[in-house]
């Protein structure tokens, strides 16, 4: 049996999660407790500040790779705390870091995540797994989703298909079919969640989300837009296909506007996230299973009750679930998979799944840093 905490900080720049999962041979990882670090505003500021430059100084991303290390270990701190167990107690801690930019399609395929293991490692002494993505994209991959093993070790059923939907800045989904049946995993990210809903909202009001989706609700969605929206290839583009900031972003979205009004912007990009990913399981589910599965929100979208009700009224007859149900809150699911993963990498054993990302064959994914 092993401790393992698991680090996340998502492309929301909202905060870190931190999670402590027990991992073991003989049945599936469990949470045992969380906590999240809420991201202070300036370092919001400059962490946002990198994920939109064409060019940074050494010593800013020193200075931002520290305060991102401290927030870190502050969350480990907060989470032994919380849980009564000693650093000693744990195997290692899991780190995906901050995404920076991640462009596994280009010329030369990068994905790039700030942190620095080695100082995380010093500051909370325990051992330290990081770098998971880029053995994956070495080995042709995309470095990403990489959750959808992780759901596979958590959530396979014996009858149903379950599909894992993660509604954070980005979207992703993982589709398992029954234990015992021969057909692969599937997962891939669908396309924008919720990084255009906050970006337009937060130009037109003080905060940084619509909660609840209730300034969508005050809007109606434009159908021209919203197909001229969908009309994107990375929406048509067949797996494996990963996104982030790079692709969709405000001035992408303003490029595509005419004399729509704001808060009909607001509800057409609400309904931009529901009809891409359920295009996509339409086109990647077979119609007859489509009855007997049940699609599982996670991620911050999964409190937004706009967001929602438009999604079970497109899905169905595909069943929506609440993940609390199945053991896990919505809130953990992506640190817990840095747990995991890490836990992967102390066993020896592979991280990612081929189907998934692409990569050329299974690899032991991250860097192990000794305590
Ligand atoms: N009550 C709510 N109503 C509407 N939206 C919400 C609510 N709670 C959270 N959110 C949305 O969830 C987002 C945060 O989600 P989450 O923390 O899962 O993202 P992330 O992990 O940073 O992203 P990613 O999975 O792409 O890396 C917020 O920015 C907000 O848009
Ligand atoms: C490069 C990167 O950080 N991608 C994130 C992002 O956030 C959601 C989606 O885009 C997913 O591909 C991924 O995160 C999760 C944890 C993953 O790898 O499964």
Redesign the pocket.
């Known amino acids: 049996m092993s401790l393992v905490i698991g680090l ?8 870190v ?1 931190a999670a402590l999962v027990e991992c073991n041979h003989h049945h599936r990882p469990v949470l045992l407790e969380a906590t999240g670090i809420e991201m202070p505003e300036p370092l919001r500021r400059q962490l946002w500040q990198l994920c939109h430059a064409s060019e940074a100084a050494f010593e800013v991303l020193a200075e931002t790779e520290e305060a991102f290390c401290r927030l870190q270990a502050q969350a480990v701190a907060a989470l032994l705390d919380k849980s009564g167990h000693a650093v000693e107690d744990i195997a290692a801690i899991g780190s995906h870091g901050q ?1 920076i930019e991640h462009r596994p399609g280009g010329a030369w395929p990068y994905t790039w995540q700030l942190d620095n293991p080695s100082r995380l490692a010093e500051l909370t002494g325990c051992r330290v797994v990081g770098d998971f993505r880029r053995r994956d994209l070495a080995a042709g991959g995309q470095g990403a989703p990489l959750a959808p093993a992780f759901h596979d070790a958590l959530f396979r059923d014996s009858r149903q298909w379950r599909v894992l939907l ?7 989904v993982t589709l398992l079919p029954p234990e015992g049946s021969e057909m692969p995993v599937i997962g891939f990210d669908t396309g924008p ?3 255009l ?2 970006g337009w909202y937060a130009r037109h009001h003080e905060g ?6 209730t300034w969508a609700g005050q809007g109606r969605s434009q159908p021209a837009l919203l197909e001229h929206l969908l009309s994107d290839p990375f929406f048509e583009s067949t797996p494996p296909k990963s996104t982030g900031r790079e692709h969709f972003h405000l001035q992408w979205l303003e490029a595509q506007l005419t004399e729509e009004s704001p808060a009909d912007i607001q509800a057409t990009l609400l309904a931009l996230t529901v009809e891409s990913i359920a295009r996509e399981l339409e086109r990647h589910l077979p119609a007859e299973v489509q009855a007997n599965t049940c699609v599982i929100p ?4 999964a ?3 706009a ?1 929602m009700a438009a999604l079970a009224q497109r899905l169905s007859p595909i069943m929506v679930e609440r993940c609390e149900s199945l053991g896990w809150s919505p ?1 953990w699911l ?1 640190a817990g998979a840095f747990a995991w993963l890490a836990w992967r990498r102390l066993e020896g054993l592979p991280g990612n799944l081929p189907t998934v990302t692409g990569a050329i064959g299974p690899r032991i994914l991250g860097g192990v840093y000794e305590r």
């Open positions: 996340m900080s998502g492309t929301s720049l909202d905060g999660d995404t993660n509604l954070g800045g980005f979207a992703n969640a919720n990084a809903l906050d940084r989300f619509d909660r609840d989706g996670c991620g911050g979208g409190y937004n009750k967001m809130d992506e």
